[in-house]
């Protein structure tokens, strides 16, 4: 439940909140309980509607932390820095996503859960799970493709210097 709830609105202490939310309105519900899932489902529900009602609250009042560390700082390759500066970027990649397409994307690709699990948690089609992941992707891999291969960024042609039969680098007019 706290991997979900961390995972979902990303921060602990937002975390703990809905966590602690969750159960509450778990204990508080109990006697509603109609056995037609597993208990585990029912709570990760709660977990989940939790969460995302604090990230609705948030966006109401939206703040943005200061970065731990410089945007463009120099890393080497598999050192820790690196690695905390991709988590970062990923974060931020997430967080421009919309909800409806964050929340199963965490939870399939992230979370480890199936897209039926994913949709009985959502409260949504198995398809719809597919679709809004598809699209998240898609957008996840526009923002995050330079992580994969920087040096393409540079080496890349524009449609313009294809146009003028350019290469890139090769300076303008020659």
């Not at 994307?105 to 089609?125: F, H, M, P, R, W």
Request: hydrophobic share 40%.
């Amino acid at each position: 439940m706290w991997a979900v709830a961390l995972r979902t609105v990303r921060d602990p202490e937002e975390a703990a909140d809905a966590l602690q939310d969750a159960f509450i309105s778990a204990f508080r519900a109990a006697d509603k309980f109609r056995a037609e899932s597993q208990v585990t489902t029912w709570l990760h529900r709660i977990v989940v509607n939790a969460c995302l009602d604090r990230i609705r609250r948030r966006q109401a009042r939206p703040t943005v932390p200061l970065p731990e560390t410089g945007f463009n700082e120099p890393a080497t390759p598999r050192d820790s820095m690196a690695e905390r500066e991709t988590s970062l970027l990923v974060r931020e990649a997430l967080d421009q996503l919309p909800e409806e397409q964050r929340a199963p994307i965490v939870l399939v690709d992230v979370e480890g859960y199936s897209v039926a699990e994913t949709a009985k948690l959502l409260g949504i089609a198995e398809g719809t799970v597919k679709s809004r992941c598809a699209r998240g992707r898609g957008k996840l891999a526009k923002v995050l493709g330079h992580l994969r291969n920087p040096d393409a960024i540079a080496n890349v042609p524009t449609h313009e210097s294809k146009r003028a039969g350019r290469q890139p680098g090769s300076g303008e007019g020659r």
